[in-house]
């Protein structure tokens, strides 16, 4: 089995929610085709739901390709040795629906003083 993405877009947020099962094949597709689709919509924020995905293989660099886009990365907290990748002002890890989301609408400026 292969993954899937399923989009909407939203007041300027995609949300991309990500099943099936990463592969070393399809590694750097995922963020790929999600870094596609939010340039297709000028999305400037980005939500990646992983919490439906089997195994941690893989890069999010692809995204970060995208000039100002915010992205956060929604996944279980049990999954979070897979996150070794530094947190960075415009990329953010999260394990809560309702973080992730006040973490996007929120002005820059006051995600750069609260921590994730």
Same mark, same amino acid.
């Given at each position: 089995m292969s993954y899937r993405i399923r989009y909407a877009h939203q007041d300027g947020t995609l949300? &991309?929610?990500v099943s099936g099962k990463s592969t070393p094949a399809a590694a750097?597709? !995922? &963020?790929?085709? !999600?870094a596609a689709q939010a340039a297709r919509v000028s999305a400037g924020r980005v939500l990646v739901d992983l919490r439906w995905l089997e195994d941690r293989v893989g890069t999010l660099r692809a995204l970060l390709g995208l000039p100002q886009l915010r992205v956060a990365v929604l996944d279980i907290g049990e999954n979070d040795p897979y996150y070794v990748f530094s947190?960075?002002?415009?990329?953010?890890?999260?394990d809560s629906?309702?973080?992730a989301l006040r973490w996007l609408r929120a002005p820059l400026e006051m995600n750069l003083?609260?921590?994730a």
């Open positions: 949300s &991309a929610v750097g597709c !995922i &963020a790929r085709d !999600i947190e960075r002002e415009e990329l953010r890890y999260f629906l309702k973080a003083r609260q921590p």
